[in-house]
C-alpha cells in the first residue's frame, strides 16, 4: 500500500509538471530560493564545525546538570543546546552523527529525537513572530510556551520510553578516529555536510512543488488549504495565515502549533539524517504530542 501511494503521488507531480510547466517553475524556484539563501548559509556552516566537533574528544562531561535534570551523557547535552539554537533538523543530524560515531546508545539517541529537533529561536523570532504574526506577539511569550511544550514532552518520554530501555546498544563506528585524521578528517566531514543539504534541497523542492499542485486544486474553503499546507510545508503554511482571513489569536494557535510539529517536509528532511538504524517513531510520535501539547499551553495562557 505505502508503495502504490508512493507511485500514485509521483506519477500525480509529473503530470502537474506537465500540465502546469508554469506554476511548477515557480514553486521549484521558490523552493530552491529558500534552501539557496537561507537554509545552505545557515545550516552548512554549523554541519561542518559540529562535524568536526563530532569526531574529536573536545565532548567531555562539564557538568552533573544535564544527567541529572535530563538524563542525558554529555554527548547527548551537546546535542540538546546546540539543537536549540540551529533548529531543524539540526538536532536530528547531530544526534545521529553522535550515534554512528559511537559516541551515545541507540537509546539515548531515540530519546534526544523526542525534543532536539525543533525550529530555531531565530526563526521562531523574524519569521513567526515580526513577519507571520506580524509583531504583535511578545518573544518571550512565543519562544517560552514552544520551550515549555518541549520540555513537559521531553519529560513524558524520558520517564515512559526511555527508562523501560535499560539496555544500551552502541553503534561500532566503521571508521576509527585515527583513520579519520589520516584521511583528512575536514575533507570528510565537509563532503558529507554537503551530501546532508543536498538531500535537504532535494526534499525542500519537491514538497514545494507538492504543495503548488494542492494550491491549484484546492477546491473547498480557502481556510482549510493553508491548514493543510502547513501540515506539508511549515514555512508555507505559515506564510498562508496572512492569507487565511483567520482572527488574530487562531492564527496564533495555528502559527506555534505548525511550528511545534514542523510538517511533513521536515519529517521527510529528518528521516534522511537519521541513517537506516535509528527510527523516525519516536520523533513523529514527539511531533504530534508536541503540537497538541502546545495547542493545550496557547488555550490556557492567551
Not at 545552505?40 to 568536526?52: A, D, Q, R, V, Y
Not at 543539504?197 to 491549484?216: N, W
Not at 520523533?283 to 501539547?293: D, F, G, Q
Request: with cysteine; glycine share 8%.
Amino acid at each position: 500500500m505505502k508503495k502504490k501511494i508512493i507511485l500514485l503521488s509521483v506519477i500525480l507531480l509529473l503530470l502537474f509538471l506537465l500540465c502546469y510547466p508554469a506554476e511548477a517553475l515557480a514553486a521549484a524556484r521558490n523552493g530552491l530560493k529558500l534552501w539557496l539563501e537561507t537554509l545552505l548559509p545557515t545550516l552548512l556552516p554549523f554541519m561542518i564545525l559540529t562535524g568536526i566537533l563530532v569526531h574529536t574528544e573536545i565532548l567531555q562531561p562539564t557538568a552533573p546538570f544535564f544527567k541529572v535534570v535530563f538524563g542525558l551523557s554529555p554527548g547527548g547535552a551537546y546535542v540538546f543546546l546546540l539543537g536549540l539554537l540551529t533548529g531543524y533538523p539540526m538536532g536530528a543530524k547531530l544526534t545521529a552523527d553522535l550515534y554512528y560515531a559511537g559516541k551515545i546508545s541507540r537509546q539515548e539517541a531515540e530519546y534526544l529525537l523526542t525534543f532536539c529537533n525543533n525550529p530555531s529561536p531565530a526563526f521562531l523570532i523574524t519569521y513567526v513572530g515580526h513577519i507571520c504574526l506580524e509583531g504583535k506577539l511578545h518573544i518571550g511569550f512565543l519562544v517560552g510556551i514552544l520551550f515549555l511544550s518541549d520540555m513537559i514532552c521531553m519529560c513524558f518520554f524520558r520517564f515512559t520510553f526511555y527508562r523501560k530501555n535499560s539496555l544500551l546498544s552502541f553503534c561500532t563506528p566503521k571508521t576509527s578516529e585515527q583513520e579519520y585524521t589520516s584521511a583528512g578528517l575536514l575533507d570528510f566531514v565537509i563532503m558529507n555536510s554537503f551530501e546532508t543539504m543536498a538531500k535537504l534541497g532535494g526534499y525542500i523542492l519537491m514538497f514545494s512543488i507538492l504543495s503548488a499542485a494542492i494550491s491549484h486544486f484546492w477546491y473547498l474553503p480557502a481556510q482549510g488549504k493553508y491548514i493543510l499546507l502547513g501540515l506539508i510545508e511549515v514555512t508555507t503554511g505559515l506564510h498562508g495565515l496572512l492569507l487565511s482571513g483567520f482572527s488574530y489569536s487562531l492564527r496564533v494557535l495555528l502559527a506555534l502549533c505548525m511550528s511545534a510539529f514542523g510538517g511533513f517536509c521536515i519529517m521527510a528532511q529528518t528521516k534522511s539524517v537519521l541513517g537506516k538504524e535509528l527510527s523516525l517513531h519516536p520523533y513523529a510520535s514527539a511531533k504530534c504530542m508536541n503540537a497538541a501539547v502546545t495547542a493545550a499551553l496557547i488555550l490556557i495562557f492567551l
